[in-house]
């Protein structure tokens, strides 16, 4: 039977008083300075916006008036209708386009988050901009909802999604193809022939794709137990964490006695040499002076 060591058991109590302390701390800075030269020096950000996305209390969206806040519950009604509690309103058309903005708690996603905020508030066709009447926008929480993610297979982000063909071909626009500034975000959405060179998502999990409702599936499973989890103290988790990973490694380690046994009987063991081994290696030549035959008298 494993049992929890008593050193993983003391690393699992103290690791959170220690994660800002000492070397720990020293690491955070460093990290804290990094991410800061790169809002500054890479996206072009401000200090007061660098500021605004340092901070690590994360505060609740606001209901945005022309962007839809997708859930695991709502998202097949919002994406299929357009609408957030009417299941049984009239479908989409076929040529209607989704942009969803995946984010997350990292420090990128602030940014994207908020410039896309700023586009369907100023540029979206609901509040008189510019940008075409069947283009949607939503929001997605990496952080908070599992099922949507999971079958769009985002494991980072943030990653802006434009969707089409009734959410049959995406595309995903990431931190290397814009900055998160408004008025070129709302620039590249409004010209369809630039951001449709972007390449769709092929592949067996991707929508139409043989492995797609086992996707649909798993992922619904994987909600389930996120579900399961999240309503755990962090303390049971980082205890039954540290359980499995002690009970895989006792695991793999399990045949190490009976190896360690063998292999001393093999020490204790006088080495025999083979035939093939007598072949392989001829006898060293002799290195004494042949003696003289006395020759034999004859009687």
């Known amino acids: 039977m494993v049992r929890l060591s008593s050193s993983l058991a003391l690393l699992s109590a103290c690791a959170v008083p220690l994660a800002h302390a000492g070397p ?18 890479v996206l072009r950000l401000n200090d007061t916006q660098i ?6 209390a994360e505060t609740p969206l606001e209901p945005h008036p022309y962007a839809f806040d997708l859930t695991d519950s709502n998202y097949e009604t919002v ?29 990128v996603s602030k940014p994207f988050l908020e410039g896309m905020n700023n586009v369907s508030l100023r540029y979206s066709h609901e509040a ?10 939503a929001r997605l929480n990496y952080a908070r909802e599992t099922v949507l993610p ?16 009734q959410m049959q071909t995406l595309r995903f626009l990431k931190p290397g193809h814009v900055r998160p500034h408004d008025e070129e975000l709302a620039e590249i959405l409004g010209k369809p022939e630039v ?18 409702p086992q996707l649909a599936r798993l992922a619904k499973l994987w909600a389930k137990i996120h579900n399961a989890s ?19 490694v006792s695991w793999f380690h399990k045949d190490d006695a009976k190896l360690q046994r063998e292999f001393e009987a093999r020490k ?27 020759p034999s008298r004859r009687k």
């Open 128 to 137: 008189g901009g510019p940008l075409p009447a069947k283009m949607h926008f």
């Open 195 to 212: 951001w449709s060179t972007v390449a769709p998502w092929q592949g067996l999990l991707a929508p139409g794709g043989r492995l797609e």
């Open 51 to 56: 500021e605004r996305v340092m901070t690590s």
């Open 24 to 41: 720990f701390g020293m690491l955070y800075s460093a990290t804290d300075s990094i991410t800061r030269f790169g809002l500054k020096n």
């Open 268 to 294: 204790k063991r006088p080495a025999t040499e083979t035939p093939d081994e007598k072949v392989a290696s001829p006898k060293a030549k002799s290195t004494a002076t042949p003696s003289k035959k006395t």
């Open 79 to 107: 994406l299929a209708t357009g609408t957030s509690d009417n299941p049984f309103a009239p479908t989409l058309p076929k040529d209607d386009i989704w942009v969803i903005t995946v984010f997350g708690s990292d420090p």
């Open 150 to 165: 999971t079958r769009l297979w985002v494991w980072k982000t943030p990653v802006i999604v434009v969707a089409t063909n």
């Open 230 to 248: 999240a309503k755990m103290p962090s303390v049971v988790l980082l205890g039954l964490s540290g359980f499995i990973m002690n009970f895989v």
